[in-house]
């Protein structure tokens, strides 16, 4: 805190929006720039760059089925794996994910809670959560291949990157509005909780394994989050940090 509180000169790079307004709030930066992080993971889309709107940053229209020949999950009778990557802590919204889990057994036993990544001490208690521990690069890979939604919790949590990486690769995916990625989404879209419990949760993820995936907003965010994109917003912060 002394520190950021000391370099209110300088000029800050953001991850998202949601992290730009908490340092302008808290620490008083006046000079943030959002450049929104990315991956190397290569969009579902091959043709993605060459047939976006750089006007409206939105993608034309295109042959979705080529690429994404989901039908509505029969979330009563198919095995539904529901899956978070991330550490064991409170601010990736631990409690809500316990809470989740277990509310699901009652209504819906075939919905298989998992968590990827650290496992806590206590791990007897969770009976309704598996977890894998840390895992391989080849094995994560086969998780995400495997996961049905990828659902993040977070209380705070400026811009995962497992999140993307679930966009990047068209799974289904819902979070909290405390997720700096919930930005790139249009208002009220289903994939952001409207409420923070439980039962929101059961409600939402129904919605969302009964509804397609909107591949215009999962385009989008794949090049707004491109490397190439990337690259440009970084030199363009650069080159306006000399001229303020």
Known sequence: ????????????????????????????????????????????????????????????????????????????????????????????????????????????????????????????????????????AKDLIDEYNQMDLFFIPSLDDPFPLSCLEAIQRMKRVLMSSNVGISELFPPNCHNILPKYNAEQVIKSIRLVLESGINTEVYDSISYLTSVEQFVNNLNNSINNSFNR
């Open 1 to 136: 805190d002394i520190l950021l509180r000391k370099c209110t000169k300088f000029n800050f790079l953001c991850v998202s929006n949601n992290q730009k307004q908490y340092l302008q709030e808290t620490f008083q930066i006046k000079k943030c720039d959002v450049i929104y992080n990315t991956t190397y993971l290569k969009p579902a889309n091959d043709a993605l760059l060459q047939t976006v709107d750089i006007g409206t940053l939105r993608i034309k229209s295109r042959d979705a089925s080529k690429y994404l020949p989901y039908s509505p999950l029969k979330i009563e009778q198919e095995i539904i794996n529901i899956i978070m990557v991330g550490t064991w802590q409170k601010r990736k919204g631990i409690e809500l994910f316990i809470e989740s889990a277990d509310l699901a057994k009652k209504y819906y036993p075939n919905w298989k809670f998992k968590w990827v990544g650290s496992v806590p001490e206590d791990l007897d208690k969770f009976n309704n959560i598996e977890f894998t521990g840390n895992l391989g």
